[in-house]
């Protein structure tokens, strides 16, 4: 169902697609936007057991193109250092496909925020985030990403210096 990589010897290991997506403070959302175009959107998020949440106000494009259809893809680009004397850069990123959810049970909702609060804040106390959380949870929407399909890729170049150094 998914396309295999065309560049093998660039392809990322699951466990190095999965450090990109702990460290990545952001990403990009990609749905089914209206009239049939598509609708890509920068978020937060947090990368949690296989699948992505990410908060969201509980109406808009994005909410609406959810509904619409739950299929999605979700990028991160880990590094992106440009080479200009070769035309190309040093670049590492994640491209994810998974279908989403919006999160109804208020304790999936408040596990979800939690870690997103805890990603962005880790040194706060349990209980300021518990007050933000809180007096915020009104118009908080909680989106989840679960991964069907997850691959990794690095630029040639950076290939190149990783088989030099082995």
């Known amino acids: ?14 466990a190095e697609c999965e450090e990109i997506l702990l460290g990545a403070s952001s ?3 990609a749905l089914s936007g209206d009239d049939g175009y598509p609708y890509a959107v920068p978020l ?9 949440f990410f908060h969201s106000a509980a109406s808009g494009h994005k909410i609406d193109a959810v ?9 991160v680009i880990a590094r992106d250092d440009v080479l200009p004397e070769k035309y190309t850069t040093l670049f590492k990123s994640v491209i994810v496909f ?15 925020i939690t870690r997103l609060a805890e990603k962005y804040n880790p040194s706060d106390s349990a209980e300021n985030r518990r007050a933000a959380i809180e007096k915020d949870k009104a118009g908080l929407c909680m989106i989840e990403l679960d991964i069907e399909h997850m691959s990794g890729k690095e630029g040639i170049e950076l290939t190149r210096m990783r088989k030099k150094q082995q």
Request: aromatic share 10%; charged share 30%.
């Open 1 to 14: 169902m998914f396309r295999e990589m065309r560049r093998g010897l660039q392809k990322l290991s699951d």
């Open 27 to 29: 990403g990009t959302l």
């Open 44 to 52: 937060s998020f947090v990368y949690s057991d296989g699948k992505i």
């Open 67 to 75: 509904k619409r259809s739950p299929k999605a893809s979700f990028c």
């Open 98 to 112: 998974g279908k989403t959810r919006i999160l109804t049970d208020e304790n999936e909702i408040y596990a979800a």
